[in-house]
């Protein structure tokens, strides 16, 4: 009979030797061998310049390859989460519908690279705001320009709170409401904080790896 400290150390190893195929980027194992991988997101510590490419990014390919660069672009916004609420192929613009950015704690989850915004999006509630223009380049290939837009969640007061919220009455309600709905779960207001550019580096990595 094997020891089981032996199984144990084989069940391990074989568990880190799937997770290690399972995290190899997509454009490396998954759609070669057909089936969806995960990679890892990426994360920088803060002040380190994380560049890939320059934004716009250059891609020298022919005019008949413009189809293939836009559909790339949307299974890379697709793999990180991202859903789109707006594709032009005529004007060559994609706009994604606004995505709650993963904390710290959600390593595994794409977001952006940047430890700061990563922490920062753990005490906060922030939002990515994806938009992506490409444009044909005169001596040809196509230019594009990926442009994440974050936001910080902005209310009166915290959800659910009841400081100030006290109201000292004599009489008796006898119409009493047990359940109340706070209306800032529904309208939420948000707060322009600039662009991600560590988040626009990591998609044009990604994008740039599909081509």
């Known amino acids: 009979m094997a020891n089981p400290r032996t199984l144990l150390l084989a069940a391990l190893l074989c568990v880190a030797a799937g997770c290690h195929t399972a995290f190899q980027p997509a454009y490396q194992t998954g759609h070669q061998a057909g089936f969806q991988a995960v990679e890892l997101a990426p994360i920088v510590p803060h002040g380190v310049e994380y560049v890939v490419d320059q934004n716009p990014v250059f891609f020298p390919l022919g005019p008949e390859s413009y189809g293939q660069v836009f559909e790339n672009v949307l299974q890379v916004l697709g793999d990180f989460g991202f859903e789109i609420r707006e594709s032009n ?41 994806v938009l992506v223009d490409i444009q044909p380049a005169e001596n040809g290939g196509f230019f594009v320009k990926v442009t994440a837009n974050k936001e910080l969640e902005d209310l009166p007061r915290p959800v659910r709170s009841t400081v100030g919220a006290a109201i000292f009455r004599n009489d008796n309600n006898v119409e009493r409401q047990f359940e109340v709905i706070d209306p800032t779960l529904y309208e939420f207001t948000w707060i322009y904080r600039g662009r991600d550019l560590a988040l626009e580096q990591e998609l044009i990595r990604r994008l740039k790896g599909c081509m």
């Open 89 to 129: 192929r005529y004007d060559g613009r994609i706009e994604t519908i606004p995505r709650i950015a993963p904390g710290i704690l959600l390593f595994a989850k794409p977001g952006s690279p940047d430890l700061r915004d990563r922490v920062l999006a753990t005490l906060q509630t922030y939002r990515h705001r």
